[in-house]
């Protein structure tokens, strides 16, 4: 017999859309994103914070969101890869992620995404430095960073509104 | 940058489906879910060798929501193998779904379907198991010893027993020439032991699966799989049923790196529960199964070089021990491939490999990119440079003196795949590549920091190849390696492809879409692939072998070009002329030099089709008849501290033979993704296993580190060759990459190293712990050297 | 990774109530600050978490002669502090490569104390720098020296029903400087070894007095005592150093792992002391 644990109460929302639901004391914040809500975006590589593939934006931070428990983001502001574009289209990163070809197998991308927009959502014109930093934590295993590196700075470029 | 003639391949081109991944939009396996759905869980045994004695699983069937619990004894008693790469009759088939005899740490004891996953893993703890001990053979040396415990006591090949005598699966011994005679006639011989360390593939994707009973009593397996119809031989063959009641769909890949090759045996254990209880059955591995179930193959390989004093190849005997891990997934095979790949590096009369494949109470290992060579390089390109200075050459002329020239013949995946080179780019890589990195400007200047003089800077090189696929000029009894493809035209212009290579994430079916767009002159964007499934998409092998775009290209330009023809002659009997007369471009067709008099294809698809006049569609199918090699040469400079052994690699430069670039993102992509694995190869990666107890020791991403992009050099630093060249056996003159790439990384940096330090480590991988401890012998020699000249000296003056 | 057994989760917005929960629960219960240590991995012991994020635990405040940072502070918070990088250079240095920045925006140094881990790159600037580490019970506040705190690998004092409030370091006055040095294998590896090193000098640029704690080398950080007075009157000469560094050997007693072997780490913390202590002496007179 598994002893139902009790479920808690959390609200928070998820690019702009507010949710409630109710989870289990021990649910990661990543689960509760992709099982719950249905947000696959987020993606899921070692569950215990060491590939960032599950990086979201909390409260404005980039954090891995497969370390977070469900119930430490009651009340956060949440974003999640399925919320960068919007009806205009594509965020710059992506774009620049794609026009550089930046994704390759795409699993680790989302992560990518998020930590970068992150940084670039507080800091509009990062150094190389800066970005290599901001990633650190994102393994990619296809790449070898460069056109991720190349793709975030240059999106940095265009929302700032140089011309390139 | 070669000259481009064409009008889609060459160019930047956004990947198909690279708007979905950077949505978060496209599904992989593991993002589905279908109603009803089972969580599948296996118990693994926490011993590396041991007998099952008793299991009960009363209790697990007790947990709320236990659907399913299945142990070896309900398994079908059918010994089965993990692959279907190679032809049935030289697979090796040594193991059942579930095992009774267990073999590692990790291995499959039991399985549960259960509503949720939480339930699965409750009544993985309730189920008791009493096994019994045996003594474990972790190394290959280990299991090669008198007194080692047998590992298998059955296994076939083909359907015939192999004669298991202690842990030895497979042995070659293939000699072509008189290798004693060159050995005598030579110069200077040398003779080295290398040993290649166990790197996990590491995609960040997990291995997953669904498997969904079909109303029509057939089964839907959604599986990370790099082929669909080799997945359903092997889960047909594993469960006892007709391929047909298979459906696999192809899915988008997160990495793979040839992990995915093989099955992980869990896609056949979710099979087997879904048809068992009729529901969905999910199973997805956590990351410490997948440091269990995958990784490059350890080798111990010497390798004996005889050169004439000029520095010619006179005779070269490599000898392969490979260790397969506790199943063959494809042990006897990667022996076969390091023996041919090491001698195949350069040209040599006078050749011989000898190896044998041995099975250890470790995790059973499968390709990791490279299959085989990456170890073939590590030994020689380190010998080579090592020969080159014994000889007083210097290490690329050595190399370009040696190399393999258009016409040779060479062995692409083992003796048995023989393949003559059509083309080659290696000189250009060489040259390019000396010039970029600084050769002649750093290969004597150590010393960057005049502050810090225990920096220490080297630039060093090597290079290599891998194979283009596995096709042989004759047909082999060895390995499959045949592609279809069925491309139709659809009313609004657009042409659809249905075929089952898969993609890894290299970007092998946008490359497909290129081609038929080249072909007949459409757009990019007017090209769709289907991922489809194994009920709708024509025969192929599986992607591997750096075969995707090469081997399954080659049909695609074949339905192209039968499309294009029926276009052609529809669109003829429009503008009333002869099919000669017209052309196709932009999805447009038009009369030579009339371009603005034009008829949409859309327009021409759409007269045909209603007009009665046929359909535009083909079905292609063609055995590749070469597995041209991709040559690459990688240079780096390497600072190393020598006080604490840390190595950073401050410039590189990749540089490969690719024939025709079909997409340049993809090609600079799978370039410095090369570099980088290759690198991790070099410096830190290697999975460690307790000696003694099999236990795993960096079974994480916290233990077992892939670098990060704080480790790569700035990609300011990183110079990307290509070489102008155009491969006559290829689709639109195209070759491989992706094993390629990273195939003489590791050895490039071991001779950058030496550079700097003049400290060689044979074994990979180089750690900043290996390598202090050389250095410090080193400088102690050095030391004792300075203390005895100058005793001399003292003692000559008194 | 998913808490299996985990029941209940408790997030209160005091400090007492916080107390008075964790000495009330009957089962087995655990502060959870960030969370980084924690959720690595499945604790199928533990049945219920204490989150300390909402207590106001996350400050930086100059007190009188000496400096607070709440234990629940991050990492991130650290290195956006001048205060600490103007100061206690040794704490942000390691704050600076603790992890990846993902995990610095939410791990917290009191975390680090709390996992007790030999490696843990926040605790050896605490001893180089003097720090006091403050512990609430629902009944007193306790003041402990880093050296009284870590009793072992991944132990410490701490009992149920404790919980470590801040760290309080003082000012120094006078000319001194800190460094914090790391090796690992890789940029996110744990430390294989690290240290930290305070130094202070006199009129003459000599050194007047130093602090040197080493990390991943012994059960628990230690001081090297031995090198602390040997520095004591050099201005960090390299080839003094040289020598002088070989006294590290005498209080740390490495194991090997798949990190290292002993025998690495015996030899990088010479290296890494040197350099350290040259780090800190040049920031000391002004380099
Ligand atoms: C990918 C990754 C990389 C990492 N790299 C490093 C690294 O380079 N260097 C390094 O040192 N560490 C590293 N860590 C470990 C970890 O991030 C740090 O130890 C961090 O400081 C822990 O802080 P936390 O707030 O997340 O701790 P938590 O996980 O919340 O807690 C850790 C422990 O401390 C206890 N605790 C927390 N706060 C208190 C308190 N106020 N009072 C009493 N007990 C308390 C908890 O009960 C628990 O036992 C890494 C972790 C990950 C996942």
């Known amino acids: 017999m598994i002893l139902m644990s009790q479920k808690y109460k959390v609200n928070f ?82 774009q620049e992620f794609v026009e550089l070809a930046a994704v390759q197998c795409g699993y680790c991308t989302p992560g990518l995404i998020m930590a970068s927009k992150a940084l670039l959502d507080e800091n509009k014109n990062p150094t190389e430095e800066e970005v290599r930093e901001a990633i650190g934590g994102n393994i990619c295993r296809c790449t070898g960073y460069e056109k991720p590196v190349q793709a975030i700075l240059k999106a940095a470029k265009k929302l700032n509104g140089e011309c390139l | 940058m070669p000259v481009n003639k064409y009008d889609v391949l060459g160019k930047r081109l956004d990947k198909i489906e690279a708007r979905q991944k950077a949505t978060g939009k496209l599904k992989f396996t593991g993002d589905l879910k279908f109603p009803g759905m089972l969580h599948c869980k296996i118990l693994r045994s926490p011993h590396a060798h041991a007998i099952v004695k008793s299991i ?45 005899h267990v073999r590692h740490v990790g291995d499959r004891v039991a399985a549960v379907a259960a509503t949720t996953e939480e339930a699965a893993k409750e009544a993985l703890k309730k189920i008791k198991v009493e096994y019994e001990i045996l003594p474990a053979a972790i190394t290959a040396e280990d299991a090669l010893k008198p007194d080692a415990a047998q590992i298998h006591e059955e296994a076939k090949r083909g359907d015939k027993p192999v004669e298991l005598k202690g842990n030895v699966l497979d042995t070659c011994d293939v000699t072509i020439g008189d290798v004693d005679k060159g050995f005598a006639d030579a110069d200077y011989v040398i003779e080295r032991t290398y040993r290649t360390s166990k790197p996990n593939n590491g995609q960040l994707e997990r291995t997953a699966v669904v498997c969904v009973p079909r109303d029509d009593g057939r089964l839907d397996v959604y599986a990370t799989s790099q082929g669909i119809h080799a997945m359903r031989m092997n889960i047909s063959h594993s469960l006892g049923i007709p391929a047909s009641k298979l459906n696999c769909h192809r899915m988008y890949l997160g990495g793979t790196f040839g992990a995915h090759i093989h099955t992980g045996f869990i896609e056949n254990i979710c099979a087997f ?180 003089p225990w920096i220490r800077r080297g630039v060093g090189m090597a290079r290599g190849f891998h194979t283009s696929g596995c096709g042989s000029e004759k047909p082999n009894a060895f390995i499959i390696d045949h592609s279809c ?155 190393v501290n020598t006080l604490t052994g840390q190595v950073k690699v401050v410039n590189a430069v990749s540089g490969v033979d690719t024939g025709t670039v079909v997409n340049l993102n993809n090609v600079e992509g799978q370039m410095v993704g090369g570099l980088h694995m290759g690198m991790g190869y070099a410096l830190i990666e290697d999975t460690i296993f307790d000696r003694k107890t099999g236990e795993p ?42 094993e390629g790439v990273t195939n003489p990384v590791a050895p490039a940096v071991a001779n950058a190293i030496y550079n700097a330090v003049g400290v060689r480590i044979n074994d990979l991988p180089m750690t900043q712990e290996k390598l202090l401890a050389k250095i410090k012998e080193v400088e102690a020699k050095m030391d004792d050297l300075a203390m005895t000249q100058k005793n001399v000296k003292e003692t000559v003056r008194e | 990774m998913k808490q299996s057994n985990l029941r209940e989760y408790f997030r209160p917005k005091t400090l007492d109530e916080a107390l008075s929960i964790l000495n009330s629960y009957e089962g087995e219960i655990k502060i959870i600050a960030g969370g980084t240590d924690m959720l690595a991995d499945d604790h199928k012991e533990i049945e219920a978490l204490l989150d300390i994020d909402q207590l106001g635990l996350n400050y930086i405040e100059k007190a009188d002669g000496y400096i607070r940072i709440g234990s629940a502070t991050t990492y991130t918070e650290i290195l956006n502090s001048d205060e600490i990088y103007e100061n206690f250079r040794a704490i942000w240095d390691s704050a600076s490569v603790v992890a990846d920045k993902s995990i610095r925006n939410i791990a917290t140094i009191g975390g680090n104390l709390g996992s007790a881990v030999p490696s843990g790159d926040a ?41 470590l409030k801040e760290i309080q370091i003082p000012y120094s006055d006078g000319a001194f400087g800190s460094d914090f040095e790391k090796i690992a294998r890789n940029s996110v590896d744990l430390a294989t070894a690290n240290i930290a090193v305070f130094v202070k000098i006199d009129e003459d640029k000599k050194i007047s007095d130093a602090r040197i704690a080493l990390g991943a080398v012994a059960p628990t950080v230690v ?65």
């Open chain 2, 485 to 639: 493809a069925t491309l139709k035209m659809n009313e609004d212009g657009t042409a659809q492809l249905m075929n089952a290579a898969a993609d890894l994430g290299a970007g092998t079916l946008s490359a497909h879409a290129s081609l038929v767009a080249e072909v007949i002159g459409l757009k990019y964007e007017d090209v769709i692939v289907n991922l489809g499934d194994s009920d709708s998409a024509p025969f192929d092998g599986p992607t591997h072998a750096s075969r995707g775009l090469y081997g399954a290209g080659q049909p695609v330009v074949k339905a192209a070009e039968e499309v294009k023809q029926i276009l052609l002659e529809w669109a003829a009997r429009m503008f009333q002329c002869g099919p000669e007369d017209v052309e196709i471009k932009e999805s447009k067709v038009f009369k030579h030099n009339e371009p603005e008099n034009y008829i949409p294809v859309a327009d021409v698809v759409r007269k045909g089709h209603f007009s009665g006049w046929g359909a535009a569609a083909s079905t292609a199918s063609v055995r590749p008849k070469a597995c041209p090699p991709h040559f690459i040469a990688i240079f780096v400079e390497v600072e």
């Open chain 2, 697 to 738: 020791k960096n079974a994480s991403f916290a233990g077992f580190h892939i670098l990060t992009v704080k480790d790569m050099p700035d990609p300011d630093n990183i110079d990307l060759v290509i070489a102008d060249t155009f491969e006559p056996t290829g689709p639109l003159g195209a070759k491989g990459i992706g």
């Open chain 2, 56 to 100: 009960d699983t009363s209790e697990a069937f007790k947990v709320d929501g236990v659907v399913d619990v299945i142990t070896y004894e309900d398994v079908p008693k059918i010994l089965s193998m993990h692959q279907f790469l190679h032809v049935p009759e030289v697979m090796y088939y040594d193991s059942y779904l579930l095992e009774k």
């Open chain 3, 223 to 287: 001081r090297a005592d031995k090198l602390e007075k040997a520095v004591i009157g050099t201005k960090a000469e390299e080839e003094k150093l040289e020598e002088i560094v070989k006294a590290v050997e005498d209080v740390i007693s490495p194991i090997s792992d798949v990190r290292s072997s002993a025998d690495y780490r015996y030899k990088v913390s010479r290296v890494i002391a040197k350099r350290a202590i040259m780090k800190a002496y040049d920031r000391a007179i002004g380099k």
């Open chain 3, 123 to 163: 605790i050896p600037p605490l001893y180089a720098l003097d720090a006091t580490l403050v512990i609430k019970t629902t009944t007193e506040e306790k003041k402990v020296k880093p050296e009284d705190f870590f009793t072992g690998p991944r132990k410490n004092i701490l009992k149920k029903g404790e919980i």
């Open chain 1, 13 to 94: 929302t998820v690019n702009g859309d507010q949710y409630e639901r109710y989870v289990e004391a021990g649910e990661t914040l990543a689960s509760v994103l992709r099982v719950e809500l249905g947000l696959t975006g987020t993606k899921v590589g070692c569950d215990r914070g060491d590939c960032g593939a599950c990086t979201v934006i909390m409260n404005g931070k980039a954090v891995k969101s497969c370390i977070i428990p469900a119930l430490k983001a009651d009340g956060a502001e949440i974003q999640t890869i399925e919320g960068v574009a919007d009806e205009n289209g594509l965020h710059p990163i992506q």
């Open chain 2, 273 to 452: 529960l879904a048809l068992r209880t009729g529901r969905p059955v999910r199973g997805e591995k956590t990351r410490e199964e997948m440091f269990l179930s995958c990784g490059r193959h350890p080798m111990i390989v010497k390798v004996k070089a005889g050169f004439t004093k000029d520095g010619k190849l006179l005779a070269l005997h490599s000898d392969v021990t490979d260790d397969t891990g506790s199943y063959a997934f494809s042990g006897s095979s990667k022996m076969a491939l390091t023996a041919g790949f090491t001698l195949s590096m350069y040209k040599c009369p006078n050749l011989r490999i000898t190896g044998r494949s041995v099975y250890t109470n470790t995790p059973p290992l499968t390709a990791m990119r490279g299959a085989g060579n990456p170890q073939a390089h590590w030994a020689v390109e380190n010998m080579m440079e090592e020969a080159a200075e014994d000889l007083g050459i210097d290490p690329i002329e050595l190399r370009r003196m040696n190399l393999l020239q258009v016409g040779d013949r060479f062995f692409g995946q083992g003796p048995q795949v023989i393949s003559t080179i059509r083309s080659s780019g290696n000189d250009q890589l060489l040259e390019k590549g000396k010039k970029l990195i600084g050769w002649d400007e750093k290969r004597n200047n150590h010393i960057p920091y005049p502050d810090k």
